[in-house]
């Protein structure tokens, strides 16, 4: 029974918030009522290079949230992320990707890098780490809710997350909404965009 709470949890959240912020029209995913721009921040990356929000300036940034010691619905994201390499390679240009730690506490650069080098994907993304009070702040502009779940029964750490992604286009001046990570959805739309 818990598990199956852990599991519903983030989706029963997105769907109350979904009925209430977002409006649909030729996308798949869900267009945003509310302006969900890209807020003021200043983390530090993978890399250890501190990185705002003035450093991303394409014509979409692709966000979703991840911790790095996720053992349920990131690394099927990651892997999903890498796989996605044609698409990056293609708009390289025009697009951005961000996830942003919901595990301050344990997503240490090292512990990022070590896991984006696992999916090839150190190049090709940045892995925004930092204080839970920064950060926190992330996930209330985007909707994220972040839960600790300490247990007896559970190896390492677990975090009760949604797994949404966000598609920000800034000159089209809209935010396009996943509940769920899905590339395939996230690539049709950003080919519907960027041609």
Known sequence: MFKFIIKIFPIFILLILAACIFNNT??????????????????????GIYVSDSDFKSELLLVTFMYSECKTECPSALNDLKNFETIRYDYKDELNIIIFSIDPENDTQSQVNRLLKQYELSNSLDYLIGNKDE???????FYVPVANIESKSLKGNLILHSMPAYLISERNEFTLI???????????DIKNILN
């Open 26 to 47: 030729n996308y798949v995913g869900i267009k945003s009522k509310v302006d969900l721009y890209l807020p003021v921040f200043s983390f530090q990356n993978q890399n």
């Open 178 to 188: 996943y509940t769920e990570f899905d590339i395939d959805s996230i690539s049709v």
């Open 135 to 141: 950060l926190k702040v992330i996930w209330e502009h």
